[in-house]
């Protein structure tokens, strides 16, 4: 029993950093109709950043700021520089763009800190905060749930309190009629390519210390829980972004704790195709997915 | 119509002027005679096949063991973008899950063939029946594979077969007793028939096996592409509603690509197996999967030939980054940052230009060059 409330708050914390990283993908898919196969690669790169100005300041608060700024800029240039030039006659070609910037990306990051695994410091006590004798969580975890917390309470207002919220989901809903209303779509859409990649590298800086550390290829398999995470909610919509990504956290934290890590992967495979065979508009869906 | 795909004859707009209509005389004129296998599309496939696999013997005894093996990695890579090319160029299923079937085909090959070691079984038919057994395994993977994909498309379809493309580590750690985790295993190989002489060069011999898998995946593809089953593909990639119409079955169709594209990727895997003698975890993961993509899109989606072009700069250019940092003087550490990263960096940024600048792909490239010269030469 011990063994399963343990679980269930690493499950938790796991799921909070999905969650936010799957609604970055959720942003880009409600901005642009494009699955940013690029997001874990752009949050690799942040991290890295992140980690070595953190390293050589000594001050993880630096790290942080350094994650939220180079996010911003990364995935604006993203936007700006790439994908805006990609033709949309096939769905296909902002998939096979974004993958190529993921092999560009993995490798720049490979060649410049090589490809061994290095540490990722955690700001806090790991040591876990025992309640009637049980260890629950650490003050990581508590920092995790907090920092996703205000992500999305914060997306929340901008998109539903501000006007440049608004003009971003008209940017997305009607961009035609937008436009002639007098909303900039094109850099709505920059906008929203920026604040997604914001939130992505967040997530990867949050997620780093408690998987093995820094490596290009630290964030394949978040990037596909993640994906899964945002499928599982139905790749349209915010709050079942964060309810997909607990779901998907919690059942990862399960497998790996009952049946061995090794397994992770194949867990979020099922995941997967569970949701989209038997449920293809998420577990929200109400209207049926249109069928040929 | 997509633009992944203009490589296509039928799609071009006519830029060549309308031909004058037939004179009277015109049912005078003797036909020109026959090419050869004019008429059967197998017969002039197994003729063009002939002529490649001839063309490659005679290079094959002109080239130093290390070309011969470079040879045969194309080759065997070619087996797997033949199908893939097929699968994401006719038929609009993007595939990420391929490194995964590669490593289904070469881990039955290399169990099959520790397995007749074992057991003292020896003779010349083991290599073809490993190799059968790495095909079916990977075709029924793909066909289970399949039957999911034929209900997802486009982003969701990708993201799926990267999930496949990750579960490999994940099998060859859980069933460590079998698959030997990240050492992987080394893959017994018969040394070539003593009827070749006793100093023939493995490596040639080799070559040509994976010379005749190649063939073999061509052959099938190329069959397949024209025949009624290909051009159910381009129908079902194209407008799936007016398939469904004129009595195709999408779900079917898509299937069928799927398997016999992972059908090919076992049969790549297997030769790979065989010509690196030993199969691990790290070789099968998604940068395989990736380049296997880059190559098709680099040669142009939906076209064999851009297969041959994306095989063979899959090997080529990786080893010509080698060469060239080779020439200057490095320190050993940046090499080794150097070494399998600079040509990824290179094939990433490859892609993002070629979708971007010609999403026609190296062959394209050279149909087009081809119609300005015919122009110009029907002008002058």
């Not at chain 2, 023939?200 to 010379?211: G, H, K, L």
């Not at chain 2, 594209?261 to 065989?274: E, F, I, M, N, T």
């Amino acid at each position: 029993m011990d063994r399963f409330i343990f679980l269930t708050f690493d499950g938790l914390s796991r799921g909070a950093v999905y969650a936010a990283f799957a609604l970055a993908l959720v942003l880009i898919w409600r901005a642009a109709r494009v699955v940013n196969f690029a997001q874990g690669a752009m949050a690799v790169v942040t991290a890295y950043a992140a980690y070595t100005i953190s390293d050589a300041v000594g001050s993880y608060l630096v790290g942080f700021l350094v994650a939220l700024v180079s996010g911003l800029a990364l995935g604006a240039l993203v936007e700006r520089g790439l994908m805006r030039f990609v033709g949309h006659a096939n769905p296909l070609n902002d998939v096979i763009v974004a993958l190529g910037l993921v092999l560009f990306l993995t490798a720049v990051v490979g060649m410049i800190f090589g490809g061994e695994y290095r540490a990722a410091n955690q700001p806090f006590d790991t040591s876990a905060i025992e309640v009637g004798g049980i260890p629950l969580m650490s003050r990581y975890d508590l920092f995790i749930w907090g920092t996703v917390a205000a992500i999305v309470v914060l997306l929340a207002l901008l998109f539903t309190r501000t006007a440049v919220g608004l003009r971003m989901r008209a940017a997305a809903f009607a961009p035609e009629v937008s436009r002639l209303l007098g909303v900039n779509v094109g850099r709505m859409l920059t906008l929203g390519w920026a604040l997604a990649a914001v939130v992505g590298a967040v997530a990867g800086v949050l997620i780093l210390p408690t998987e093995l550390g820094l490596h290009p290829h630290a964030m394949d398999i978040v990037f596909a829980s993640a994906f899964a995470a945002a499928i599982v909610g139905g790749l349209d919509s915010p709050v079942g972004a964060v309810v997909g990504g607990i779901i998907v956290g919690l059942i990862l934290s399960y497998v790996s704790g009952y049946l061995g890590a090794a397994l992770t992967p194949v867990a979020v495979l099922v995941v997967l195709l569970a949701v989209l065979l038997l449920r293809p508009g998420g577990i929200f869906s109400s209207v049926r997915a249109r069928t040929v | 119509m997509s633009t992944t795909n203009p490589a296509r004859p039928a799609e071009q707009p006519q830029t060549v002027p309308v031909r004058p209509t037939r004179s009277p005389m015109s049912r005078f004129v003797v036909p020109r005679p026959l090419r050869p296998g004019q008429g059967s599309t197998l017969l002039r496939h197994l003729f063009w096949v002939a002529v490649a696999a001839a063309v490659v013997y005679f290079v094959s005894y002109g080239i130093d063991p290390f070309r011969n093996y470079q040879l045969a990695t194309v080759a065997a890579y070619l087996c797997v973008t033949a199908g893939l090319t097929m699968l994401t160029g006719l038929n609009g299923q993007l595939s990420l899950g391929h490194g995964a079937l590669m490593a289904c085909g070469a881990y039955t090959v290399a169990l099959a063939q520790n397995e007749f070691s074992d057991r003292d079984l020896f003779g010349p038919w083991r290599l073809p029946i490993s190799l059968a057994l790495g095909v079916l395994v990977a075709a029924l993977a793909g066909a289970l594979i399949g039957v999911c994909a034929a209900r997802l498309r486009g982003p969701y379809l990708a993201g799926v077969t990267l999930a496949v493309a990750l579960v490999v580590p994940a099998f060859t750690t859980r069933f460590a007793d079998l698959f030997n985790a990240d050492q992987g295993l080394s893959v017994y190989v018969d040394s070539p028939p003593a009827g070749l002489g006793p100093y023939f060069p493995p490596e040639r011999w080799q070559a040509w096996i994976a010379i005749g898998a190649a063939m073999v995946s061509l052959l099938v593809v190329a069959n397949l592409v024209n025949s009624r089953f290909g051009r159910s593909f381009k129908a079902v990639r194209d407008d799936e509603v007016a398939a469904k119409l004129v009595g195709i079955h999408v779900a079917r169709t898509q299937v069928l690509a799927f398997v016999v594209s992972a059908a090919c990727a076992g049969l790549g895997g297997g030769v790979l197996a065989v010509i690196s003698q030993s199969v691990s975890p790290s070789v099968f993961g998604l940068t395989l999967s990736l380049n296997l993509l880059l190559a098709i899109v680099l040669g142009g989606l939906g076209s064999l030939f851009g297969a041959a072009w994306g095989a063979l700069l899959l090997v080529l250019l990786p080893y010509l980054t080698t060469e060239v940092t080779r020439g200057f003087d490095l320190s050993p550490r940046l090499a080794n940052k150097l070494e399998g990263n600079l040509p990824l960096a290179i094939f990433g940024l490859t892609l993002i230009v070629v979708m971007l600048v010609a999403p026609g792909g190296i062959q394209e490239a050279f149909r087009a060059l081809g119609r300005t010269v015919r122009r110009r030469w029907r002008r002058t």
